[in-house]
């Protein structure tokens, strides 16, 4: 064999081994590119899920915090409406007369567990329809002693009674509040259902 041959001889080796090199390559590429890809595939299905999961929570995040939104502007506007119902209501109350103010204060009075005792009545400063007659009268309905004092306190309408260590607030504000608390839930179903 000529050293030309043997020259062929090792080119078509090269050759060959060569192209298995490079067949195995691309092989070996091949895979590692379905191998990644099916991974950089997997990733991408993994982050579109957590994408949509998080956009999910957000909007639902959203519509949450919306409804409640609505739901305290809600019940702000029915406090109001009631509160508007009560501030009514204390006005119409101020402006009682005559036999109306001895039958409202009259049928509170009976309601409340009075111990019986000589009372001295102090009127709000600015009740001027309480005298002695009507508390007098008042007294009668109720079966309470009651003696008008010539002191005040402080108030739109309505009175204290006071004896010795007791003190029984009948104004306005307390009875209003004490009725708001006692029927405010009863006023709300009637007002909105």
Same mark, same amino acid.
């Given at each position: 064999?000529?050293? +030309?041959? @043997?020259? /062929?001889?090792i080119? !078509? %080796?090269?050759?060959?081994?060569?192209?298995? #090199?490079?067949e195995?390559? &691309?092989?070996e590429? +091949?895979? @590692?590119? /379905?191998?990644?890809? !099916? %991974?950089?595939?997997?990733?991408?299905?993994l #982050?579109?899920k957590?994408? &949509?999961?998080?956009? +999910?929570?957000?909007?639902?995040?959203i519509?949450?915090?919306?409804?409640?939104s609505?739901?305290?502007?809600l019940?702000?506007?029915?406090q109001?409406?009631?509160?508007?119902?009560f501030?009514?209501?204390?006005e119409?109350?101020?402006?009682?007369?005559?036999?109306?103010?001895?039958?409202?204060?009259?049928?509170i009075?009976?309601?409340?567990?009075?111990?019986?005792?000589?009372?001295?009545?102090?009127?709000?400063?600015?009740?001027?329809?309480?005298?002695?007659?009507?508390v007098?009268?008042?007294?009668?309905?109720t079966?309470?002693?009651?003696t008008?004092?010539?002191?005040?306190?402080?108030?739109?309408?309505?009175?204290?009674?006071?004896?010795?260590?007791?003190?029984?607030?009948?104004?306005?504000?307390a009875?209003l509040?004490?009725?708001?608390?006692?029927?405010?839930?009863?006023?709300?179903?009637?007002?909105?259902?």
């Amino acid at each position: 064999m000529s050293v +030309k041959d @043997i020259i /062929e001889e090792i080119g !078509k %080796i090269s050759d060959f081994e060569i192209k298995k #090199i490079e067949e195995e390559t &691309d092989k070996e590429l +091949k895979q @590692i590119k /379905e191998k990644n890809s !099916k %991974i950089v595939e997997d990733k991408r299905n993994l #982050i579109k899920k957590a994408i &949509d999961t998080k956009a +999910k929570e957000l909007k639902n995040g959203i519509v949450t915090r919306e409804k409640l939104s609505m739901r305290n502007k809600l019940l702000s506007e029915k406090q109001s409406v009631v509160s508007r119902l009560f501030d009514n209501v204390k006005e119409k109350l101020i402006k009682l007369e005559g036999d109306k103010v001895v039958s409202f204060y009259a049928d509170i009075m009976k309601n409340s567990d009075i111990p019986q005792m000589d009372y001295e009545v102090i009127r709000a400063e600015s009740f001027k329809n309480l005298d002695q007659n009507v508390v007098n009268q008042i007294s009668e309905k109720t079966g309470v002693k009651m003696t008008l004092s010539s002191n005040t306190c402080s108030g739109e309408g309505g009175f204290i009674i006071k004896a010795d260590y007791l003190e029984l607030d009948f104004r306005l504000e307390a009875i209003l509040k004490t009725m708001r608390i006692n029927k405010e839930s009863e006023i709300v179903k009637i007002l909105f259902g």
